[in-house]
C-alpha cells in the first residue's frame, strides 16, 4: 500500500508564497511510469476540488482554474515526490490541502484518487 506524507504547509499573507511536498513510499516498480499523484484541497464548508495533477508517465498536468499561472506542479525524477509551488496566494485559498494518488494514467479530478496523505493546512491572510 502505498503511503503519501506532506509537508510544507503554513501562514502566509496575502501576494505571498508557500512550497508544499509529497513523498510517496511503499510503492513497487511498476508504479514508476504508471500513476497519476497531485493535490487537492478542501476549505470549510465547500467541497474536496483537485487543483493540480501529474501523471508520473509523461509529466501531464491538470491545474483547476482558480490557481491557473499562480501554481505549479513539479515531480522529482525518481518519480515519488510531487511538489507544489503555490505564488500569489489569496485569501481564497485558505484551505486543507491533501496530496493524493492513483494507479493509472487517468489524472484529472474526478477519477478516482484512493491514496490520500493526512494533509497539511494552508492560511493566507488578507
Known amino acids: 500500500q502505498v503511503q503519501l506524507v506532506e509537508s510544507g504547509g503554513g501562514s502566509v499573507q496575502a501576494g505571498g508564497s508557500l512550497r508544499l511536498s509529497c513523498v510517496a513510499s511503499?510503492?513497487?516498480?511498476?508504479?514508476?511510469?504508471?500513476?497519476?499523484m497531485g493535490w487537492f484541497r478542501q476549505a470549510p464548508g465547500k467541497e474536496r476540488e483537485g487543483i493540480a495533477l501529474?501523471?508520473?508517465?509523461?509529466?501531464?498536468?491538470y491545474y483547476a482554474d482558480s490557481v491557473k499561472g499562480r501554481f505549479t506542479i513539479s515531480q522529482d525524477n525518481a518519480k515519488n515526490t510531487v511538489s507544489l509551488q503555490m505564488n500569489s496566494l489569496k485569501p481564497e485559498d485558505t484551505a486543507m490541502y491533501y496530496c493524493a494518488a492513483r494507479w493509472g494514467s487517468q489524472c484529472g479530478p474526478t477519477s478516482d484518487y484512493n491514496t490520500w496523505g493526512q494533509g497539511t493546512q494552508v492560511t493566507v491572510s488578507s
Open positions: 511503499r510503492y513497487t516498480s511498476s508504479w514508476y511510469n504508471w500513476h497519476c
Open positions: 501529474i501523471y508520473s508517465g509523461g509529466g501531464t498536468t
